[in-house]
């Protein structure tokens, strides 16, 4: 059910739905025009805003935005330990995809076939095993830097972007 807001006069909001709030108005097909709307001040409240793992969703007081009311915020995350656990979650998002690419699940399972007796599953179960040490280096090392204070937290894609790339058997370049 799609709730909407009236601006009371002293700035704050009544929430509630549009029967409710207009208990003696009817509308065509049940739902208020945009024009009756924008009229009368009443606002339809949206809170489907955005996040990802830097960012959370927090519960505000109401506030216009834009076309609608909105309940909640999004504030950046600054936990260090949730930031770390968001960076370090990309880096095996990435490890993982690779992986997949190569026809395994995971990188945790691709690299099961480290003893296979099968050649070329044995050879990408080794770099998979060698490129995971170097990405957790890499992550490790850059979020200490960060930690420590000599030198700014990256954005997240860059920070992806950056880390080392997988060097399958047989290939010249890193993909």
């Known amino acids: 059910m799609t709730r909407y807001a009236i601006q009371n006069d002293d700035g704050t909001f009544t929430i509630d739905s549009i029967g409710q709030l207009y208990p003696n108005v009817s509308f065509a097909g049940g739902v208020p025009s945009s024009t009756w709307l924008k009229e009368n001040r009443v606002y339809a409240v949206v809170d489907d805003l955005q996040f990802d793992a830097l960012t959370r969703r927090v519960e505000a007081d109401p506030y216009v935005d834009g076309d609608v009311v909105r309940t909640v915020r999004l504030e950046p995350v600054t936990d260090f330990e949730a930031i770390t656990n968001a960076y ?30 099968i050649q070329k599953f044995a050879a990408e179960a080794h770099a998979m095993h060698k490129w995971r040490d170097a990405v957790w280096t890499y992550g490790m090392t850059e979020l200490e830097a960060v930690r420590g204070g000599e030198k700014p937290l990256p954005p997240l894609d860059e920070f992806v972007a950056a880390m080392p790339q997988i060097q399958w058997q047989g290939e010249d370049v890193a993909t």
């Open 88 to 117: 370090i979650g990309a880096l095996q998002q990435e490890m993982d995809a690779a992986a997949r690419r190569q026809g395994y699940d995971d990188i945790k399972s691709g690299i099961t076939y480290l003893e296979s007796s």
